[in-house]
């Protein structure tokens, strides 16, 4: 049986993309909302952070990606770990592997 390591996120960038070194991220903002014991309706706001490796989909994001803009990306997550001061710390990294922006007008219409 193959496996597959995949995590879609859909939702709204929090800022402008930034780069570190050769790497670009991208803080996103994706909404979920539920009815609680008493019948209200709640919503809450997620926030992650998209890694950008690949080199040409992360010169995209830099062009034209915009505090604001709505985004479909297929990612995988990466586990790893550094030491810093005799310290161990672990890291959870989303991955990109695909990426799309979206249209601001598609991205309302689908909310209705």
Known sequence: MRSTNLFIV????GAEPRTVG???KLS?????????????????????????LNEKIANFV?????KG????????IAE???SKDGVKHYT?????NNFDLLSP????????
């Not at 859909?10 to 960038?13: F, K, M, W």
């Not at 830099?62 to 915009?66: F, G, I, M, S």
Request: aromatic share 8%.
């Open 10 to 13: 859909r939702g709204h960038t």
């Open 22 to 24: 050769k790497v670009v």
């Open 28 to 52: 996103v903002a994706t909404n979920r909302s539920w009815k609680d014991s008493r019948g209200e309706r709640r919503e809450e706001t997620d926030w992650v952070t998209l890694t950008f």
């Open 62 to 66: 830099v062009a034209n990606v915009k």
């Open 69 to 76: 803009d709505p985004i479909y990306a297929e990612c995988r």
């Open 80 to 82: 790893g770990s550094y």
């Open 92 to 96: 959870t990294d989303i991955i990109v």
């Open 105 to 112: 007008k598609a991205s309302d219409d689908e909310q209705s």
